[in-house]
């Protein structure tokens, strides 16, 4: 499985930029780059994706780099309600038939008023 | 709102038994994922089905078993359960199968308790 590496744990003011790193050193040619965010008790919400360009749309913006061995999640101004655990993901369908989101640990983002 | 809908939103079970979690998946959508989520294991992936097909098996135990109805909606079995079965249980929905551009939508969850 394609991995991810993240830092465990973040913490952010409210209204300031937030930068969530990622890496994925083994990444193919053909995977894209997911990004999830999970609040306690609810379920995975997804916030963007993308494959070589930088993307952006209402809640974040996404910004690869050149080589697609790391990425970096930005939340332009942090919210408290922005904070929960973040998680990269690389869409697995390396195998015939595969198609899974591989989750990790996570960041945790807190955010302080 | 994802559109993902999920029953129960809460179980609580007795060891042994054997519960059935529902889940509708999008609009439109062919695709569903079961996950599950404990404390000590995070988000694991179950099984996957599009257009009522088995496609893709992770971690799932042989006491469990899912389908999908050609109305679309998927059902998760969990029997003989035991106690460390407690967990969330997530469904979730794609248009489409092995389309990297798509996007998976979660739902709420099931919380299953089993005392």
């Known amino acids: 499985d394609a991995k991810t590496t993240q830092p465990n744990s973040m913490e952010s003011n409210e209204e300031e930029p937030v930068h969530l790193p990622c890496n994925h050193s083994?990444?193919?040619?053909?995977?894209?780059i997911h990004w999830y965010r999970q609040l306690p008790s609810q379920g995975p919400e997804y916030v963007i994706h993308g494959l070589t360009s930088n993307v952006n749309n209402r809640m974040a913006s996404l910004a690869i780099a050149e080589d697609r061995k790391s990425s970096t999640l930005i939340l332009h101004r942090a919210t408290l309600r922005d904070a929960a655990v973040y998680y990269c993901?690389?869409?697995?369908?390396?195998?015939?038939?595969?198609?899974?989101?591989?989750f990790g640990t996570g960041t945790r983002l807190q955010v302080f008023p | 709102d994802s559109g993902v809908t999920q029953t129960p939103k809460h179980l609580i079970t007795a060891t042994g038994q054997r519960v059935t979690l529902r889940c509708s998946p999008r609009s439109g959508d062919l695709s569903v994922y079961w996950y599950q989520q404990s404390l000590d294991q995070g988000l694991q992936f179950l099984i996957q089905?599009?257009?009522?097909?088995?496609?893709a098996k992770g971690n799932i135990l042989e006491r469990f078993s899912a389908q999908q109805f050609p109305d679309l909606h998927s059902e998760l079995n969990l029997s003989s359960l035991e106690l460390g079965d407690s967990a969330l249980y997530f469904c979730a929905s794609s248009s489409s199968h092995r389309d990297q551009g798509d996007t998976i939508y979660f739902g709420e969850g099931s919380w299953l308790t089993v005392v």
């Open positions: 083994t990444i193919s040619g053909t995977d894209y």
């Open positions: 993901i690389l869409r697995d369908m390396r195998s015939y038939n595969t198609d899974k989101l591989i």
């Open positions: 089905y599009y257009n009522g097909e088995e496609r």
